[in-house]
């Protein structure tokens, strides 16, 4: 490893380290054995979601801004997940409480998912991370309290094949093997918002954590209710992903203590606006492009 690597520091997923040998999901540097906020911190991430002791409220519309364009993107094997960088126009969240503009920076996965709900755990967990706008990037915004935004969409088993996953699916190969941070440029568009449920006016809101190193409490998480679905071969295709620690078969932190956080449950019977701007005719062309495009 060379001096000049672990001087520049590398976003990995939902932090900032050094280098992708200092930590891993299993062995001697595991999740048990992560340091500072990761084993003291008091608002850590990921948790189990218990619907019964969550609290119901309204806490507003998610408004998710050009989710809807298709974007050429930079996939990325980082040696702890698997991370898509889209290219062009930036795309926005707001609306939700939140107390800002959030931009995203990137998405990424964790197989199986890293939130359970009351006690189930899925096979699959996209994040969507944000950085409030009057920052840089995730790194600057991580530092701050609510300096991060992550939406979470979970992916439970089907036996039939996510056909939306199909841009992604196909790019893998291109990083599957690993070489140091192996990028390449994706062979189709992705559209985000086709990563969403369709339903997703129902979530859950909690303050929370990076879910990896450094583990920085700066994290407002949402969790959608509803669920995509992904199939059995899909998920090998994931877990095929290699590292300098061996082949990726999980990448899931283990849940955290809730303590006496409160867990938000927003309501879709609690909105009266719109979460996504598209008309009818808008969400269908959206729908027939992603099909042209895979």
């Not at 009351?118 to 096979?123: L, S």
């Amino acid at each position: 490893m060379t001096s000049s690597f672990v001087i520049l520091a590398t976003i990995i997923g939902l932090h900032v380290v050094a280098a992708s040998d200092e930590w891993a999901y299993w062995g001697v540097n595991g999740p048990k054995d992560w340091p500072g906020l990761c084993k003291t911190g008091s608002k850590q991430s990921p948790i189990n979601i218990v619907t019964e002791e969550t609290v119901k409220a309204d806490l507003g519309a998610l408004k998710f801004i050009r989710y809807d364009f298709a974007f050429f993107g930079t996939i990325v094997n980082n040696g702890h997940s698997v991370q898509i960088e889209l290219d062009g126009l930036p795309v926005y969240l707001k609306g939700g409480s939140l107390p800002s503009t959030y931009t995203l920076e990137q998405i990424h996965f964790h197989w199986p998912a890293e939130h359970t709900m009351n006690g189930i755990r899925d096979p699959l967990e996209l994040h969507f991370v944000h950085y409030d706008n009057k920052y840089d990037n995730v790194s600057e915004a991580s530092q701050y309290e609510n300096g991060v935004a992550v939406v979470a969409t979970l992916f439970e088993l089907d036996q039939e094949d996510n056909l939306d996953l199909t841009p992604i699916m196909k790019s893998m190969g291109l990083v599957s093997k690993w070489v140091e941070r192996n990028a390449a440029t994706m062979k189709s568009k992705v559209i985000p918002y086709l990563f969403l449920p369709k339903d997703h006016t129902s979530y859950y809101r909690y303050n929370g954590s990076l879910t990896t190193p450094d583990c920085n409490e700066s994290v407002m998480w949402i969790v959608f209710t509803k669920k995509l679905t992904i199939s059995e071969q899909q998920i090998n295709i994931f877990k095929n992903v290699e590292t300098s620690h061996g082949t990726l078969n999980f990448n899931s932190r283990p849940t955290q203590a809730v303590g006496d956080r409160t867990i938000y449950h927003h309501l879709d019977e609690y909105s009266t606006t719109i979460t996504f701007e598209p008309n009818l005719f808008e969400i269908f062309f959206i729908f027939v492009l992603s099909r042209l495009l895979n």
